[in-house]
C-alpha cells in the first residue's frame, strides 16, 4: 500500500509560490460552499495573500456530470472550474470576511474564460489547482459589508488556466423570502414556492448531445420552427445529483450554463422569455422545463 508522503510525490505540483503552506488531502467543511454532498466538496485548504487568498482545491479526474462526454474523457470541463470559482467566491465570504453561514447568496455577474486550454489535460494524478482571489469592489450597506466583485484566477498544476470575475452578494433569509415571494407574485407563480409537477418530456439520447449517462442529457423535444431555428426544452431535473446538490428554489446557473456549453454543437442557445420566467434577482423554479431557441 502506497503512503500519504508517496502518494503526494507522485502528484504534480503547482509553482512552490503558489502551493507552498497549502493543503490537498482533505475537503473543507461542504456548509462553507454551500453543498449536500461531499463528493460535490473541491475546495481543500487556503491562506491569505497581500491582496487576497490563494484557494487550493482538487480536480476529480472522473465526476458523474463534469466528466460525462463521449468517449475518453482527456481534459477538465470547463464548468468544474466555474464551479470551483463558485465556491471559491462563497467560501471566501464565509471564511475571511466573517459572512454569515445563514446569509443567501446572489450572483449578479460573472465574465469567464480559458486561458490556457492544453492546462485542462488531465494527467495520471487528480488536478492541483490554486485559486488566487482578490476582492476589487465591495458593496456595503452602512457599515455592513453586502457584496463582492472578486477577482479570480486558477492554476492547474502550476499552469495559469483560467479567470472569472464575479459579481454577488447576500442577504438575510427573511429579506431573501420578501424578494422571492414579491417576484414569484409578479411572475404569476405561486407566492409560496413548490417543487413543480413532474412533465413527461421526449429526452435526447445522450449520445447526440455528447453524453454517456442519460440523466445528463438536459435536451429535448429538438425541432425546428418556421424561421430555421433549433429550438428544444431544457428538462429541469431536480433530483439530479450534481446540478440540484440540494433543494432549491430557482433555476441553478450551473444548468443554464451547462445547455449553453454542453450542447453548442447544436447552436448557440438564449432563455426563450416567452416560455421561461425569469426575475430580477434571478430564475424562479416555477415549470419543469425551459424553452430554448438557437441564436442567429
Same mark, same amino acid.
Given at each position: ?97 466573517? &459572512? ?10 460573472? $465574465?469567464?474564460?480559458? @486561458?490556457?486550454?492544453? *492546462? !485542462? #489535460? ?56 420578501? &424578494? ?10 405561486? $407566492?409560496?414556492?413548490? @417543487?413543480?409537477?413532474? *412533465? !413527461? #418530456? ?56 451547462? &445547455? ?20 430580477? #434577482? ?15
Amino acid at each position: 500500500m502506497s503512503t500519504t508522503s508517496e502518494l503526494e510525490a507522485t502528484a504534480p505540483k503547482v509553482s512552490l509560490e503558489q502551493e507552498d503552506g497549502l493543503c490537498f488531502h482533505h475537503n473543507i467543511p461542504r456548509g462553507m460552499v454551500h453543498r449536500a454532498a461531499i463528493s460535490e466538496v473541491f475546495l481543500t485548504d487556503s491562506h491569505r495573500t497581500p491582496t487576497g487568498v490563494a484557494v487550493a482545491a482538487q480536480l476529480p479526474r472522473n465526476h458523474a456530470y463534469f466528466s460525462d462526454h463521449r468517449g475518453t474523457a482527456t481534459n477538465y470541463d470547463s464548468l468544474l472550474l466555474v464551479e470551483v470559482f463558485r465556491q471559491v467566491a462563497i467560501y471566501y465570504a464565509h471564511e475571511y470576511r466573517g &459572512v454569515s453561514t445563514d446569509r443567501k447568496f446572489v450572483f449578479s455577474a460573472a $465574465e469567464y474564460g480559458i @486561458l490556457e486550454p492544453a *492546462s !485542462l #489535460r488531465i494527467g495520471s494524478a487528480p488536478g492541483h489547482c490554486v485559486v488566487m482571489a482578490e476582492p476589487v469592489q465591495e458593496k456595503t450597506r452602512g457599515d455592513e459589508l453586502v457584496g463582492l466583485t472578486l477577482q479570480m484566477t486558477a492554476f492547474v498544476d502550476g499552469v495559469e488556466a483560467a479567470r472569472e470575475t464575479m459579481q454577488y452578494q447576500w442577504m438575510p433569509k427573511d429579506a431573501w423570502a420578501k &424578494v422571492r415571494s414579491r417576484t414569484r407574485t409578479a411572475l404569476g407563480l405561486p $407566492e409560496t414556492y413548490a @417543487l413543480p409537477a413532474p *412533465s !413527461l #418530456r421526449a429526452r435526447l439520447r445522450p449520445e447526440a448531445v455528447g453524453r454517456t449517462n442519460p440523466r445528463n442529457s438536459i435536451l429535448a423535444e429538438p425541432a425546428y420552427d418556421e424561421r430555421g431555428r433549433f429550438v428544444a426544452l431544457a428538462l429541469v431535473d431536480t433530483d439530479h445529483p450534481s446540478l440540484f446538490d440540494h433543494a432549491l428554489d430557482h433555476v441553478p446557473g450551473m444548468l443554464q450554463q451547462g &445547455v449553453e456549453l454542453d450542447h453548442s454543437s447544436q447552436g448557440r442557445y438564449r432563455l426563450d422569455g416567452r416560455r421561461f420566467r425569469s426575475g430580477r #434577482r434571478g430564475c424562479h423554479l416555477g415549470v419543469s422545463w425551459l424553452s430554448l431557441v438557437q441564436r442567429r
